[in-house]
């Protein structure tokens, strides 16, 4: 959640109101137009308070062509009418709303099956408001977990967590917010994520785990997990460390297990202790709902689990906020039951191949290289050929906007400060025929941009407004 500030001078102008918002006297529309920085001093009509925040409203980016975001901007209208039917439902008062926290155990079970837990009856999680909480509560888990086993020298010694320096934002946070070192291996070359090794390397005995990414956001690819835990399986021979795997699958762990079924990332492996998803990203619903799963309770310490019974009955949570809307977790569940593995599967195959399509058209325009095809999360990243110098992609992606799309340009992290790329996140609903409209729109602007005299990017630091 972005932090705002009051407003640095008061504005006294009012809020401008068409007469005819006026239910019943078109002119006391104009003469009690509102205030825009405080509160107004007596209330208005629903009517004109709908029009004035919808006409505002319409100066936001169209989301069915926003790139940039991996949040699921489309669902059907059926599920639109479950969501409204429990926007009241508080999730956390499970007392009073049973059937909405059963329908979240049995998508914790379906998760659990899904991911191949060797006892889904023993697996334990929880519903959270995105993969940011979800990652937070394993990263938390991990940590306690670790001080059990140090409780002789924590807190003097200060504990670690290994991950690629592609790793989302949340990740940094929690080790902030958690006091834990974040050790993070650049990115090298073509390696755009995380070296197994050269993760083994830098773990030691203060380290709480390694997090394993299921879909880089930075350019699409699968960090290779089962390589990964075997670098730890060979560490532990060597030095008796005994390092978990958690598997940030914010977006992977609802692709893989539909369209990547051979490969092996997930409770198969015994050393992942845990994994994350959004159900709000390619879990098909939209946003605020992740997952969070832990192999068996020992994973989890108990001690981290409150009970509550002030509402009603004796309910254990694991969350660091506590009401929060049931409306999409009834929409996970529905999405569940009305696509099955077979649905699932149609969807992500679909999405994938607009992606894999799309990137070989943008491969043959000869302006650009691509990074990644979309082959593994349906997702691409591509910068301009080595011949290109006219322009550069922060000059691509303002220049798409002027067509309403939003195409994400950015600088990679550490080792990697010299690449720039454009990335586009194709999700359901971004169909072969936007994917047609949207090369239509770069191949009609490549003209001119060719005629530039030289890149208009001054500071690319400044130019990089996306950071999903």
Not at 254 to 279: K, Q, Y
Not at 383 to 389: D, F, L, Q, R, S
């Amino acid at each position: 959640m972005p932090l705002h500030q009051g407003q640095p001078k008061p504005d006294t102008r009012p809020r401008s109101v068409n007469p005819f918002y006026g239910e019943a006297n078109p002119v006391s529309g104009m003469v009690e137009a509102p205030p825009k920085h405080r509160l107004p001093d007596g209330p208005m009509p629903p009517t004109t308070a709908l029009q004035l925040v919808h006409d505002e409203l319409m100066l936001d980016g169209n989301s069915r062509l926003n790139l940039a975001t991996f949040v699921t901007t489309w669902m059907e209208p059926q599920a639109g009418i479950l969501m409204a039917e429990c926007r009241d439902k508080n999730m956390i008062d499970k007392d009073e709303y049973p059937r909405t926290a059963e329908l979240e155990r049995r998508c914790v079970a379906m998760l659990a099956d899904l991911w191949n837990a060797p006892d889904p009856s023993a697996t334990v999680g929880c519903s959270t408001t995105g993969s940011s909480e979800a990652c937070m509560l394993a990263g938390m888990a991990l940590k306690r977990r670790w001080t059990q086993r140090n409780a002789d020298r924590y807190p003097g010694a200060r504990p670690n967590l290994i991950m690629g320096v592609n790793v989302q934002v949340c990740w940094e946070k929690f080790c902030n917010f958690w006091e834990v070192e974040a050790r993070q291996i650049p990115m090298e070359g073509d390696r755009f994520h995380l070296d197994p090794e050269a993760a083994a390397q830098l773990c030691d005995e203060n380290t709480i785990g390694v997090v394993g990414i299921l879909g880089s956001t930075f350019d699409g690819s699968y960090e290779p997990i089962a390589e990964l835990c075997a670098a730890l399986d060979r560490l532990q021979e060597r030095t008796g460390l005994d390092i978990p795997v958690h598997v940030d699958g914010a977006s992977g762990a609802m692709i893989a297990p539909f369209i990547d079924e051979d490969l092996v990332w997930d409770f198969r492996l015994p050393r992942v202790s845990s994994i994350n998803t959004s159900g709000h990203k390619y879990g098909l619903v939209y946003p605020g709902v992740g997952w969070a799963l832990w192999r068996t309770a020992a994973e989890l310490p108990e001690e981290l689990v409150f009970r509550v019974n002030y509402l009603g009955g004796d309910m254990p949570t694991f969350a660091l906020n506590f009401s929060r809307p049931g409306a999409q977790v009834v929409a996970q569940y529905y999405t569940f039951l009305r696509l099955g593995r077979d649905g699932y599967r149609a969807v992500q195959q679909t999405t994938r191949d607009v992606a894999r399509a799309l990137a070989e058209r943008v491969d043959c325009l000869g302006d650009f290289r691509l990074i990644t095809r979309g082959d593994e999360l349906p997702v691409f990243a591509f910068t301009t050929a080595p011949e290109v110098t006219a322009y550069d992609v922060f000059d691509v992606s303002r220049r798409m906007r002027e067509s309403g799309w939003l195409l994400p340009a950015y600088t990679f992290p550490e080792n990697r400060e010299d690449l720039s790329v454009l990335r586009v996140v194709c999700r359901n609903g971004f169909s072969s025929d936007l994917a047609d409209l949207f090369i239509e729109d770069l191949s009609r602007l490549l003209p001119e941009l060719r005629r530039q005299p030289h890149p208009s990017t001054h500071d690319k630091a400044a130019a990089t407004s996306f950071h999903h």
